[in-house]
């Protein structure tokens, strides 16, 4: 057995055996390099309640060259992209180190979601909308965690119950924007998804928004 594959198999059983952390470790498929971890959303954050994914690639340097890691569900957050899963994290590049673990470097992630940071971003998009109205921002980051990570959505925060079923997807709601804003631009004959791409890209979202002409909105809408 080499040295690579028995580190990783101990990082395995020795994440097993932590009942403390709730981090989780298990395999994909054939590979003994390609690893699934997960963890629950930090408390307090937009992240409550839901359960996260991560795809694991581990390098044939490893523990000398950074494990890959990427988000397989889906995540609202600056510094992960809503796209791809790809996440900005230094200890994922230039930042890491030998001793770090999987579980160590699981519980970074769990921690980023705490703590965005925004002037370093992966998803520049989302970034804006944390900077531009963190409120509408957190909003949309609960929405898509009870969408794509079974978290308990919006009703404790807002008393007013989900405003959609988890399975009954609110394409507006996804996009953190306002349904009266799309619903205005979309009487004047455009299609809905192309108003919802078009404010997402302007970031017609809070203080923004009176910043923002409705000629400068057409004028994307025409592109």
């Known amino acids: 057995m080499?040295?690579?594959?028995?580190?990783?198999?101990k990082e395995i059983t020795d994440c097993?055996?932590?009942?403390?952390?709730?981090?989780k470790i298990e395999t994909i498929d054939e590979s003994p390099f390609h690893l699934k971890g997960s963890f629950p959303g930090p408390e307090g954050t937009p992240y409550e309640g839901g359960l996260f994914e991560v795809d694991i690639v581990i390098p044939e340097s490893y523990p000398f060259q950074p494990v890959k890691m990427k988000f397989i569900t889906k995540v609202y957050h600056p510094n992960i992209s809503s796209a791809s899963g790809a996440i900005c994290l230094d200890i994922l590049k230039d930042a890491w180190s030998p001793v770090l673990t999987l579980k160590s470097t699981l519980i970074s992630l769990q921690s980023l979601l705490c703590s965005p940071e925004p002037n370093d971003p992966q998803d520049a998009e989302v970034a804006k909308h944390y900077m531009t109205s963190k409120g509408s921002f957190e909003d949309?980051?609960?929405y898509w965690t009870q969408i794509y990570a079974g978290g308990p959505g919006p009703?404790?925060?807002?008393?007013?119950?989900?405003?959609?079923?988890?399975?009954?997807?609110?394409?507006?709601?996804?996009?953190?924007?306002e349904k009266a804003h799309v619903d205005r631009f979309e009487?004047?004959?455009?299609?809905?998804?192309k108003v919802i791409d078009a404010l997402r890209r302007l970031n017609y979202r809070g203080p923004n928004v009176s910043k923002i002409s409705d000629d400068r909105v057409v004028e994307e809408l025409l592109k």
């Open 187 to 193: 009487t004047l004959g455009f299609q809905r998804s």
């Open 2 to 9: 080499d040295a690579r594959l028995r580190r990783v198999n």
């Open 140 to 142: 949309t980051a609960t």
């Open 16 to 23: 097993k055996n932590d009942k403390t952390s709730q981090i």
């Open 155 to 177: 009703k404790e925060k807002k008393g007013k119950g989900v405003a959609a079923a988890a399975d009954t997807r609110d394409e507006v709601a996804i996009a953190g924007l």
